[in-house]
């Protein structure tokens, strides 16, 4: 059973950045691919974007040249750099994990969820 914990959400003006973090334990980070997805309130969990446990990654197009996704496996660590902040940004962050040798981009493929964290962007 694999433990996610993310952090770092948190209120920023537009335009500005901020980086997620989710922390894994419980399991062989190394052997899962990781995915962050975020929900906005009265909408679906949607993908953002994926990282494989090789180091590829795949984004959502609204996060493609905004968000990068990378991880650090001696910290069982997966990270979301999110860079040029809009208000349609606002949503709860989730990161998510599943073994595997591939890039995962849909909620169905994952087995392990975290709690999620707030992130909320001002106009």
């Known amino acids: 059973q694999v433990q996610l914990v993310e952090s770092g959400g948190q209120l920023v003006q537009a335009g500005g950045s901020l980086r997620l973090s989710c922390a894994a334990s419980g399991g062989i980070f190394s052997s899962y691919g990781m995915g962050w997805f975020r929900q906005a309130p009265g909408k679906e969990r949607e993908f953002v974007g994926a990282?494989?446990?090789?180091?590829?990654?795949y984004y959502a197009d609204s996060a493609k040249g905004r968000f990068t996704i990378s991880r650090d496996n001696a910290k069982n660590t997966v990270f979301l750099q999110m860079t040029s902040l809009k208000p349609e940004d606002t949503a709860v962050y989730y990161c998510?994990?599943?073994?595997?040798?591939?890039?995962?981009?849909?909620?169905?493929?994952?087995?392990?969820w975290g709690q999620g964290t707030q992130v909320t962007v001002s106009s």
């Open positions: 990282i494989s446990r090789s180091g590829n990654t």
């Open positions: 998510a994990a599943r073994q595997g040798i591939a890039v995962y981009t849909t909620t169905k493929q994952y087995d392990f």
